[in-house]
Structure formats: structure tokens, C-alpha cells
């Protein structure tokens, strides 16, 4: 009959293989990816807390590579881990204080280090470029050239004008020299504010091989990973109940006069 109008709905149930909230493929893949990414995530969390530690640096005798005041994650290692070039944080109380402190090691033993020809550091007699110190000058006053004892590290600051580091002990037995047992972890990364990674010591490459960076890089990623999809399958359930709606709106529609 003319002017009479049915509308045609779409059945609910019977071979969509869909419930309101998405297919259950759909929902296992969900929780899968929730429960992964929580691993991730609290797997790099802990991981990190293993491996790393974090310090505030109390003084600016390493600007301008780490100012005073910078958090930095180092790495825990054993003292006989620790190369020419690296950043560490040690504990000697013939330093004075006996709070960590943070250095650059740029001789360890058995090398003759001098300082300074042309503005540049010596050891073992070869010229090392440290592009990391201002101005990549490193003139350092009333430096004499010292051999460091078997076992122990010479340690500078970046800051070369004011640091206490090994050039201002150089009376005492060791020559101011730092036991390799004196240090408790390497310095990776700045991370407030945000440096990021410390660059690699090229300059030392002359003289051995650099120690391997840290797996800080390997941590930010599973944590990142893990948070995208924590977040990815908790999303699924409400994307999937509002494209449900759409598809229901779009099944219930009126038919044409008859």
C-alpha cells in the first residue's frame, strides 16, 4: 500500500562472527598485546634498575659535557671494565670528601700522561683531541708528566682550569691516581635535562679499544614498546563498541514506499 514504510534490520547474531565489543579474535589479540606490553615494560623497568644508578653531579668540574646539578644514569661496573675515555663515578677519601664523584679517565696504568702541547693532553706521547672540553683546549698549569702506578686510574675533569681531580693530587703517594676498586659504575647518559647519551671518547681510539656503551638504549626501547602497546590493546575495546554502533545505525534504514 502507497505511503506505508518498513524498515529492514540487520540480524543480530548468525555468522558475523562479532559481538558488541569487537570479534573474540579481535579481544585475544587485545589482552595479547596488553599483556606483552606490560612485560616490556616492567621488564625494562627492572632491567634498568639492575643495571643502572642514577646521581645528581654536586660540582660543574665536568662542563661542559655534565653541569653541576645534571642526573646522570651510570651503569654499575667492576673498576677493571673501565677504559681511557670513559665518564665514572668512584669514592676515594683521600679525595677529601667521601661522596661519589665524577671524572673522565684519561690514562690508566702503565701510561705516561702530560699535559699540555698545543692545548692538547698527552699520553703515551700521542696527542689526544677531546672535543668534548671548551674549546677543546685543555690547558692545564704546573702539569708534570706522570706515569700511573699498575692497577690505578688518572682521572681529569672536562672543566680543565678548576677541577680537583688528579692534576691537583699529584703530591700524593699514588700521584694522585685513583685505585681501578675505587669505582662503582660508568657514566652512560644525562638525563635531566635531557642531553641524552654521552658521546663516544674518539680521541682515545689511538691508544685501545673504548669500552662498549651500556644497553640504556635497548631499555628506553622496550619501555617505549611496551607502553605503545599497553595502550594500542587498551584501546581496542572502545574503537570496536563505537564501530559496532556505526554498523548498527547504518543497517537500520527505511525501505521505500510501496
Known amino acids: 500500500m502507497g505511503g506505508e514504510s518498513t524498515t529492514r534490520t540487520a540480524p543480530r547474531s548468525g555468522g558475523t562472527g562479532r559481538s558488541q565489543v569487537g570479534s573474540r579474535t579481535g579481544q585475544r589479540l587485545s589482552g595479547l598485546a596488553v599483556a606483552l606490553g606490560l612485560l616490556l615494560f616492567l621488564g625494562g623497568f627492572a632491567w634498568g634498575a639492575v643495571v643502572y644508578r642514577p646521581y645528581t653531579v654536586p660540582t660543574s668540574s665536568m662542563t661542559p659535557t655534565i653541569n653541576m646539578g645534571d642526573r646522570v644514569l651510570a651503569q654499575r661496573v667492576s673498576g677493571s671494565e673501565v677504559r681511557r675515555g670513559d665518564v665514572v663515578v668512584f669514592t676515594d677519601k683521600s679525595w677529601v670528601t667521601n661522596a661519589p664523584v665524577v671524572k673522565r679517565v684519561v690514562a690508566v696504568g702503565g701510561d705516561t700522561v702530560s699535559c699540555c702541547k698545543q692545548g692538547k693532553l698527552s699520553v703515551n706521547g700521542k696527542e689526544i683531541d677531546e672535543p668534548y672540553l671548551k674549546g677543546g683546549v685543555a690547558e692545564i698549569k704546573n702539569f708534570p708528566t706522570v706515569t700511573v702506578p699498575a692497577g690505578r686510574l688518572f682521572l681529569l675533569g672536562d672543566e680543565r682550569q678548576g677541577s680537583l681531580d688528579s692534576s691537583a693530587h699529584l703530591t700524593d703517594a699514588a700521584s694522585g691516581t685513583v685505585s681501578r676498586g675505587a669505582v662503582t659504575a660508568r657514566v652512560d647518559a644525562v638525563v635531566w635535562p635531557a642531553k641524552g647519551m654521552l658521546e663516544r671518547p674518539t680521541g682515545f681510539e689511538t691508544l685501545g679499544a673504548l669500552s662498549q656503551p651500556g644497553p640504556l638504549r635497548t631499555i628506553v626501547l ?24 556505526s554498523r548498527g545505525r547504518t543497517r537500520t534504514e527505511p525501505a521505500g514506499a510501496r
Open 222 to 245: 622496550l619501555i617505549i614498546a611496551g607502553a605503545v602497546l599497553v595502550l594500542a590493546g587498551g584501546a581496542y575495546g572502545p574503537i570496536a563498541k563505537r564501530l559496532g554502533r
